[in-house]
């Protein structure tokens, strides 16, 4: 007894639909959209939480709650809203940061230039000037009321 011969047709399958170049340009697209969405990211985050751990902002925060100056400009009870601009550097041993604070008190909005530098001892502020919802200009440092004209009185420290 002899077996049946198989038969010669095989099954038909389909062809595979390849995505290949559907895939390849998404790869890329997600690559060169990495940077820009961890920039959004880290700017969205330091917006909303990351400045209240800043040892600088902590510090502005501590200077417009305490200082009579800037609460005679926005009222009692004045705090950080935002963060403008924000400048860094940083040189072994220290650091300069720069920073463009809008302040919000029972009064109006204020801005506040900041500039300062850490070194061993912490965060010190180098200057501090109050722009307030008047648009009169304060020097937080040294107490004293800016000219108008927009320049500052000399420095007469050591």
Same mark, same amino acid.
Request: aromatic share 8%; with cysteine.
């Given at each position: +007894?002899? +077996?049946? /011969?198989?038969? $010669?047709?095989?099954?038909?399958?389909?062809? &595979?639909?390849?995505?290949?170049?559907?895939?390849?340009?998404?790869?890329?697209?997600?690559?060169?959209?990495?940077?820009?969405?961890?920039?959004?990211?880290?700017?969205?985050?330091?917006? +909303?939480?990351?400045?209240?751990?800043?040892?600088?902002?902590?510090?502005?925060?501590?200077?417009? &709650?305490?200082?009579? +100056?800037?609460?005679? /400009?926005?009222?009692?009870?004045?705090?950080?809203?935002?963060?403008?601009?924000? $400048?860094? $550097?940083?040189?072994?041993?220290?650091?300069?940061?720069?920073?463009?604070?809008?302040?919000?008190?029972?009064?109006?909005?204020?801005?506040?230039?900041?500039?300062?530098?850490?070194?061993?001892?912490?965060?010190?502020?180098? /200057?501090?000037?109050?722009?307030?919802?008047?648009?009169? &200009?304060?020097? !937080? !440092?040294?107490?004293? /009321?800016?000219?108008?004209?927009?320049?500052?009185?000399?420095?007469?420290?050591?």
């Amino acid at each position: +007894m002899s +077996m049946p /011969a198989p038969s $010669s047709q095989q099954p038909y399958y389909p062809p &595979r639909r390849s995505n290949g170049c559907l895939w390849g340009c998404l790869i890329v697209v997600v690559i060169f959209s990495l940077p820009f969405l961890f920039a959004g990211g880290f700017g969205a985050w330091f917006l +909303m939480d990351g400045y209240k751990r800043d040892p600088v902002l902590r510090v502005v925060g501590e200077l417009v &709650r305490d200082d009579g +100056m800037a609460q005679m /400009a926005l009222g009692h009870g004045a705090t950080i809203t935002g963060v403008d601009a924000n $400048s860094f $550097s940083w040189i072994p041993g220290r650091t300069n940061n720069a920073y463009d604070v809008t302040l919000q008190g029972p009064k109006g909005e204020g801005h506040l230039s900041v500039t300062a530098h850490s070194g061993n001892n912490g965060p010190q502020l180098d /200057a501090a000037i109050l722009t307030g919802p008047d648009g009169r &200009r304060y020097d !937080l !440092l040294r107490h004293v /009321a800016l000219p108008s004209d927009g320049t500052a009185p000399p420095d007469t420290s050591i």
